[in-house]
């Protein structure tokens, strides 16, 4: 009997298991269910999009549901929301969202990939306040700006997201403002790196408020005009909230399916839901941190799409495991790489670990060369066992990628003796004689 | 009593050694002796400054002997040659070559640091031919140039150095012609990456010629004006003979210090020689290799820093070990990034070890980002225990750094499987979602 698959979701890890599925299993019978009206798509170039470059929406789609449904050989229904998964029947309930009509289908295996969405903020109705999630959204923003010209702007939230916005905004020749909860921006990484975060904000003309969150709005002919927030008042032409995501987890809780405490579907290391049959991948899901061991709640994409490949195996009836993950992430802010592995210095305290660390303020190039840039350099590692916990870059050049190295060596549970004697390459022009994470690391001696 | 070292040679192991030792043993009596006039200089970027970038010679300076002796603590005697090593007495005889005097002088420890010269070719006499490996040298080939404006350069030998010397020719304008004895440039690398290196030099107008090796040389008035060689006569204005190096290590073998098969002094993981009391570091030095356990022959610069820092430490009376080096390296070969870390396919099998490789060409960022470069990866591993030998890269951005996360990969003895499971950074702009590394480690299951 051909197994029927069903997937809830269309963007990351719904097309990553449903392709793979169906290179394992060809003779399977796989459906992809997406409510918005795109599927497979970069949601990470979002901003750059927004940006100008790429220039077209369209650029930003791996695949259109035709496209996908004929190369991959699924189905795809887009503009369907599932409604209702009944374990117990092995159905669910999907509505056709043009046709409003309700539908009962029976599967063999579910998948759970619906995602994650933007975090509310409470604001009157209006039409230039804005969250960026989906591609429709990016759609209907770009939409609106060039319709309505606004020479200003204002970014509720300094994360990593407000943070490419406001490279994106200023790429526009817009006037932009950063208001954000804490007095300096990107809570997740290390203070030394939010201090040279904040600096590039200011070098590169952006205004960043801090301490401060929106209290009233006002809104006039359904626009809002100005915002008034803790620190005092603040004209704009238009409001783009990024203030993080939470899980879309309803429709798996509303079904009994365990979910953690940061509001995420429980997955085990095969993607496996505490029912049977259903499993779930994506940031609707949490996954477990290699290096806390704790369930943790990271909406990347390289996990998502991963999280979705190796459920894609087991509900194909083979076994495979994900150890881990280790929120290896890298993000361009203006000039700046920022880059993070595994925990930071904060997080490992709060995890109760006895961590220190190292820092290294060095350079990405070779002494003589004059287009060496400054690079910073955090290692943090367990104190009595000198393992390797995490590492935190920031710099013009040379950040991103040595997060890459550094995820190798936290895997390996390296200690920061056995980084100190790795042979890493010298050449002026792509580094220093020895590399800043050598240095780090003999430094933590 | 003060212990009394002596170190011969005062490029790089030599300075690294001595600065090192002072720290450790502020009381030590640490002399350097060197021939040139020049000690602690960037040889790496000699090619650079040939290029016109850095400008000056003494950019390349890290230390006078002046600045060196006031800010380590250390005598330093250049133009002093080392013309004797006499263990059983513990002394050596140095020559002064200014005075053309010659001093007995008695060490309780003694350090080689005598480095590499160039390998000779045959030629008759003539003042536009020339060899690179001092800055003396790399000062007089910048002189001989600003006096004589040549238009047209041969360089003799295509390997990594050859290949910058293309570069910085071509930034001077000169029209310039590689000759080669091999087919493709660059021997030590995999035959993609060679082949993509012969595209590149090709693209920026250098002329190269494989299967060739000079001849004749055709001298009028102390001048070469062509080269005879094996596929035809070549006109030139000048020469420079790029053909490799030797290690300089026929002192240490007068005084019946062992040497080894690749010509260089053998040496422990503590870099002791086989007599007491003297030590090697550096290029002079063969220095075992991690993956296959034997000694070769890398005169790099990290590796010779490396051995002089571990020189020190045991010549300090503490205890430090070399594992082994993984020839870690990156080029900058015009607009490409060549990177290489442990064994290529081919030296694995030379070693008889039953090597598999897999390859991938990939691109530097996402797959939206317009500024993505074609990068091409290759992994060499163990086709029965998995393990990878090896790892090489070649792209515009992104293949230098790489290479350090393969040396932590090589060296902690990953598999390509869990090397495949690494969770590694993406974000548009800085990788594609699946890292190449990452799917050439999938590509190898």
Redesign the interface.
Known sequence: MVPRILIIGGVAAGPAAAARLKRLRPDSDVTLFEQGEHISY?T??MP??LGG??ERAE??I?FTPEQFSKEKGCSVRIRHRVERVIPVRQRILVRNLDADEVEELRYDTLLFATGARSREVSHPPAENIFTLRTLSDAKRIHHWMTNSSPQRILIVGGGFVGMELAEAMSRRALDVTVIHRDDLPVNQAEPEIRAIVLDELRRKGVRFVGGATPVRWDVTNSRVGSVETTTGRMETDMVLLATGFVPNSELARDARIRCGSRGGIVVDAKMRTNVEHIYAAGACAEVRH?VSQKHVFHP????A??MGRIAAANMAGESEEL?G????????IFDL?V?S?GLTHRDALNHGIDAASSTVSSRSR?????DSKPLFAKLVYHRRTRRLLGAHLVGEE?A??????M???V??Q?TVE??A???????????P???P?TIAARQAK
């Open positions: 970069g990470c170039s750059y999009f470059d790429p650029d930003l791996h290699l990347l994409a390289q996990t799409n991963l150890d993950i280790l929120g290896t992430s890298a993000v361009k790489q880059a592995v070779g002494r003589d060369d004059r040379g991103a990628l040595r997060v890459n190295t995820a190798t060596a895997a390996k390296m056995e980084l004697r790795i042979d890493m390459m010298y050449t002026p022009p792509f580094a004689l020895w590399d994470l």
